[in-house]
């Protein structure tokens, strides 16, 4: 298994975007199309109206068209006798001024007499009731400047200004050329040990809201004949090309020498991270970026790099909607790349806080999930926790706004809420969405934490955290929990004792969720030694996870609730009912997003999905109770 | 000229809305199309991952595969051999782990011995650098929630959870009904008292955006029979309807009459202006709307009615991006009605402010130049200057920030500017622009103020409004001043003497604008007197308006600049040159706006655009000439 030892450089970002600018000239050109199909394109110079609007004089009223100087000196104790024709004309409104007359008097304000008489009780003043020539557009006014993106309301300017035809710059071609041998396109070819080509669709779409014409090409195999041929192709029918994957140094990472041959490559290696193994190449003049193979990484390189320089290509600014956010979890960071953090961001009792999502290259829901985007420069190790930072944001604040924040243990039905309104959620156990609401970063904080003396669930935890009162559970569900083993039981699991049997493979929930300490509980009331337990250290997040993996090669047996053990379609050896309830501080009660999520417990709709799931109780959901001060 | 007296309602906006959507069960269907396809649609229900990603463990680096505990014990002293397919098996990222192994050595830590030896001085942990089952998406959780508008971003998840049928809301069709005998959809059919189709445009592309499949039919005359097949067509042919134009109660309005006739008419005439004559109705159990006629009325009306009914149908959130500012000009307003004013929005000074823009309902550019609304709610008589308002805004806050606020005098040149940099341009003479100068209203105030005494420009008005100095001159032009005529100039004006003439119809510039002033300046050294001047008081609001005006019948003469009447091919009788400045105060000329402009003032491009237009010297154009306090 050789490898070339090919050289991947670290290169800041901003010194990267700068040299590749300049390498490559624009490739953008322009073309003259219709108005009416004019939505969303970018205007290639300023658009000049061609004709004024109104072209002509216009009544603005229904009515009738009379000389002003004519009616001078009517009023009630002289009215004043008009004659059609001589005197004035009807006119509707928009219709074009009669020639000689200067002003309207509303149909409203006329006495008509008989067929051609009329009697008025108030002069008209000169221009009265009269769209004047060019009172909305003013032939050789600009309506719109150049590198303008059309919007609705601007096609109605531009026809009415007589802009009928206008010069917009082309869709810039840019093609997609996905890599690797174990790429398929499509869930049928699905095979084990193959990848579907997720990224295709992801840039394809972004290409797109940016306004070019992406194409996205076969999977091209790791094979440097073939790629070669590929790479050609994609350049010649487009203005533009990415590969996806294959971009980095390994032993079947051929994309950079092909454009080392046929081109020059600018850039290879960038201190981003993700991202880090990006091309920036130029072939027969054109531009060529080789993308990472990790979703991630993929997403991360298209918008540092791609992005602004398609933006730039349009001559379009780049927009920065931003928002400063008190950091809720310290970040360390490598002091070699920037690294760009995925972050969920809330507003909680006035404040903005940040915090970080998964930092997995391959995992797309991080991506789905992020509200935005903090960026940690070169050269800083880190950032700690309560710091203040500015996030890029990846959704409307308007809508992060509304959220409701919630921050500690997982429960399935966090889901079924999440239909119904929108929340944030971020699983981090009970005892942490504890510490999260101490520190005022959530709103909500699921927990089901046992008392070991009284059996009671939540309420000694949450007076030990906030002797200080003022605080509610929100009562939620009562929950069955057990062990959860693979189909038909084959290891023959039956309580924890079983745990510690030879060959039996065990996989943890995370130290501070209410599952982990209710298995410790039950080990110690067991005597039972953790460290007998083999997978006793392989810790993870959620419910759903460890019955993941229970489901699969090489673990036999998690702690969870039952709700997981069913949709994964596992066995399930009952322990008992737990309370999962949702601590919320007394202040926030009557917040519509708190109210809002009260109502949905309570719904019959929540009530019913629990059922279809199985495993819950839910008499009291919903139900306030109030956790007085330590004293109380 | 018989008028039916149709009554028109005044109902308060939230009341005809809330009426409306009650009377109207929604139209939308649910589809299932490919994730493939999904950009921008919304989810019909929430999106559940059918597998996990990964859906095996996987490699997540180049390197070999392992079992961790057969590792133990390796470090720099004890270093261990392990051989091929024995211990360990060659793994590429993303790799399938192979049967039995559970953890991955990073090809950079291991030491080749030969073809199938290797040697490693350092233990593996269980689980290392291994992506586990589901460490993205778990099978059985929820991707996207139910209405949610499908992002780039979200099509990768959708594709890795194995969610590659979705089901979506269908696309609501629409059709748009223009009526009217003097509609017309193309500039060639587009005679004198004709009038373009503007609306449908805009009103197709305000659907496109809502995620609706408009249709635009022919526009139906005012006859009663044609527009009723017209109406039933179009219900029948859609999901919803929406007549443009006849929606009032004139003679020849007879849409409201065919819906009563045919369903029933539920609102006619809602308290808001524009938009007064809306018609809120149903027709076999499908909604028709009936727009006013005039482009921003139409605007409103579907604003207001049409955008929020599409989008509680969709169950998507109505997004309020919404700005507070102070308020730079009395608003008067009706009490009767809820009145939306379209307003430009400027940050100067760290102060968000707010001017309001034309209020014509048939100036589509005030839609174009607005950068939000204003609603000043009934029973309120206006607003003062100086007020706080909450301004929903049109374009993003971000691009808004960006944007140099100018107040002022008029010249074509802010046109050539505008073009150059983002600006914000508001037409209120030279006087206006000293006032908005002084309450801090704008960047830069372009003015042309001759001192009567000693015939020197612009210094001796700023000094007297802004005793304390601290402002400066950025110096832009001079330019011709002169009498713009009709070509040939039919009524042989050769002077101001010659404005008294018996049949010479003059145009005036408002008070406050530098040319009104330069006008009334050489009347006064001519001891003319205004009032035998016919005209006098007709005030136009810019050097174009008076050229179109002049150009046009009933119109001989005007005062303005050489550029206009050039543009506008009028004769010219030249008066002088002045001097037009942009006056600026000197905390700003360091912000990087003031520099743009600079820049663009100096710029070759600017310069050369001038020269093409004519009557403009700039020799100075970009030089800041401080001006300081009054003992200076």
Request: aromatic share 6%; net charge negative; glycine share 10%.
């Amino acid at each position: 298994m050789g490898r070339d030892n090919v050289y991947i450089t670290n290169i800041p970002l901003e010194e990267a975007l700068k040299t590749y600018l300049e390498a490559l000239p624009s490739p953008v050109g322009t073309q003259i199309i219709d108005a009416d199909e004019a939505l969303h394109r970018t205007t290639a110079k300023a658009v000049f109206a061609k004709r004024s609007s109104p072209n002509d004089h216009c009544a603005a009223m229904d009515g009738i068209a009379v000389v002003a100087e004519k009616t001078h000196g009517a009023n009630e104790r002289n009215p004043l006798k008009l004659k059609l024709h001589d005197d004035f004309e009807y006119v509707n409104t928009g219709n074009l001024m009669p020639r000689g007359k200067d002003a309207v008097i509303m149909i409203e304000d006329i006495a008509p007499l008989d067929d051609d008489q009329v009697e008025i009780i108030e002069a008209a003043y000169a221009w009265q009731h009269i769209r004047q020539v060019g009172e909305d557009i003013i032939s050789g006014e600009m309506i719109l400047p150049s590198r303008h993106k059309i919007r609705p309301l601007d096609l109605g300017a531009l026809l009415s200004g007589g802009a009928d035809k206008i010069e917009v710059l082309n869709k810039l071609k840019v093609g997609i050329l996905p890599t690797g041998n174990e790429i398929v396109q499509s869930m049928e070819a699905l095979e084990k040990g193959k990848i579907l080509d997720t990224n295709s669709s992801v840039i394809k779409g972004l290409l797109l809201e940016l306004g070019c014409e992406p194409t996205v090409y076969t999977p091209a195999i790791d094979d440097p004949v073939i790629l070669t041929a590929a790479i050609k192709k994609g350049i010649e029918e487009n203005d533009f090309l990415m590969t996806i994957a294959g971009s980095s140094a390994g032993s079947k990472d051929f994309t950079v020498n092909i454009i080392e041959e046929l081109g020059d490559v600018i850039v290879h290696g960038v201190a981003i991270k993700p991202g880090k193994p990006t091309i920036l190449g130029k072939m027969d003049g054109k531009g060529i970026v080789g993308l990472p193979g990790y979703p991630v990484s993929a997403f991360f390189a298209f918008e540092k790099f791609v992005k602004p320089l398609i933006e730039s290509w349009y001559g379009l600014p780049h927009a920065h909607h931003q928002v400063k956010a008190k950091l809720t979890q310290r970040i360390i960071s490598s002091v070699k790349n920037e690294e760009l953090i995925r972050v969920t961001v809330g507003q909680v009792e006035d404040q903005w806080i940040v915090t970080p999502l998964s930092r997995g290259a391959g995992v797309t829901m991080s991506l789905v999930r992020a509200d935005g985007i903090l960026t940690v420069p070169r050269l800083f190790e880190g950032i700690e926790s309560g710091e203040w930072v500015t996030v890029e944001l990846m959704k409307a604040l308007e809508d992060i706004e509304q959220r409701l924040v919630i921050i500690g243990s997982h429960d399935l039905l966090i889901d079924i809420i999440a239909d119904e309104m929108p929340i944030s959620s971020t699983h981090v156990g009970s005892f942490g969405g504890l510490m999260a609401m101490k520190k005022k970063e959530c709103h909500i904080a699921p927990i089901h934490l046992i008392d070991e003396t009284t059996g009671i669930y939540n309420i000694s935890s949450v007076r030990k955290m906030f002797p200080e009162g003022d605080m509610s559970l929100i009562q939620g569900v009562k929950r069955l929990q057990g062990l959860m083993v693979k189909k038909g039981n084959p290891k023959g699991i039956k309580k924890f004792e079983d745990l510690t049997t030879e060959g039996v493979v065990f996989v943890n929930r995370q130290r501070g969720a209410g599952t982990r300490q209710l298995l410790d509980f039950e080990l110690k009331k067991r005597d039972i030694d953790p460290e007998n337990i083999e997978g006793y250290h392989r810790e993870l997040t959620t419910h759903m996870a460890v019955a993941v993996a229970v489901l699969s090669e090489g673990t036999d047996v998690g702690l969870g609730i039952y709700a997981a053990a069913e949709t994964m379609g596992l066995d399930f050896i009952p322990i008992g009912y737990e309370t999962y309830d949702f601590l919320v501080s007394n202040k926030v009660l009557e917040e519509p997003r708190i109210k809002n999520f009260i109502k949905v417990l309570k719904s019959e709709g929540f009530r019913h999905k629990l059922e279809l799931i199985g495993g819950y109780t839910y008499k009291d959901a919903g139900s306030i109770l109030q956790i007085g001060a330590q004293d109380d």
